[in-house]
């Protein structure tokens, strides 16, 4: 007979309840959202494909409605670990606030690197970009697109993009907000090692590095479209 013993639930309810239950669920859904953000610029680099057909084709495939079950199965997901993600870095803010109610009294003490305080609000921003995107280039409710409402089905994806990175204010918003993204990834990735306690004076700094390697990689990939477009060297 074990009087203490402690039923599974009660036991994932005390680990969240410490900062590093917290940290795990934000680990997890930031490699959700990471695996998210890759598959998304591969998709998204076929508008460099010369088939302007090619990247709607494949959009063509997603909004298929014999795929609507599984469409809306992952958006649910992503939705989900976006909630989670949000959810878990608030409680950790919180909680390290009350922790430290005073703060450091010399800012310098703390070895965290610009990435890392800009963490707090890097991530509302690119949460405001993502709301913003959709209404944009999925709803088509920030400038008028061609096909988005008129045909959700096969929407033209390739005219889309092209003519809604015409406008040098959006894609100015995009930039920011994906050199924004490259920051938060990178703290976020690097920061994620520290927490399963992978710390070695050897293997951190390359965690770094490659850390920042591959954010640097996905600011460029996302950039370049609006970059590209302003250039003339995408057009319609
Ligand atoms: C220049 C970079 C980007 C381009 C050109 C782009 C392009 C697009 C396009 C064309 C769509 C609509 C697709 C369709 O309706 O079939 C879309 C949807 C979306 N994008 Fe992006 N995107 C970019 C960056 C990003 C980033 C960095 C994120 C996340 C941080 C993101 C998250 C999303 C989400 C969540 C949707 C809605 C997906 C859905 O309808 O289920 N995008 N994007």
């Known amino acids: 007979m074990s009087a203490i013993a402690i039923n599974p639930v009660d036991r994932a309810v005390r680990f969240y309840e410490a900062p ?4 795990a669920v934000m680990a997890i859904t930031g490699v959700i959202l990471f695996g998210y953000v890759v598959g998304h610029l591969l998709g998204n680099l076929q508008i460099y494909s010369s088939d302007p057909g090619q990247i709607n084709r494949y959009a063509g ?8 079950i599984p469409l809306w199965a992952i958006r649910a997901f992503l939705l989900l670990a976006v909630v989670l993600h949000v959810t878990a870095s608030v409680q950790l803010w919180n909680q390290n606030r009350v922790a430290r109610p005073i703060g450091y009294v010399k800012k310098n003490d703390v070895p965290a690197s610009y990435a890392a305080r800009t963490m707090i609000w890097s991530g509302p921003i690119v949460g405001a970009f993502i709301v913003f995107h959709i209404l944009h280039l999925t709803v088509g409710a ?16 390739h005219y889309n993009v092209i ?11 995009y930039i920011v907000a994906m050199i924004l993204l490259c920051m938060h990834l990178y703290h976020g990735l690097w920061s ?16 770094k590095k490659g850390a920042a390697i591959v954010a640097i990689l996905i600011a460029i990939g996302n950039c370049s479209i ?11």
């Open 226 to 236: 609006p970059i590209a477009v302003m250039a003339g060297l995408l057009h319609l």
């Open 20 to 23: 590093i239950g917290k940290k």
């Open 142 to 157: 920030v400038l008028p697109l061609q096909d988005v409402n008129s045909n959700p089905v096969t929407p033209d994806v």
């Open 61 to 68: 495939f997603l909004h298929n409605p014999a795929n609507a």
């Open 192 to 207: 994620m090692f520290q927490s399963m306690g992978i710390s070695h004076p050897r293997y951190t700094p390359l965690l």
């Open 163 to 173: 003519a809604g990175f015409q406008n040098y204010g959006v894609s100015a918003f």
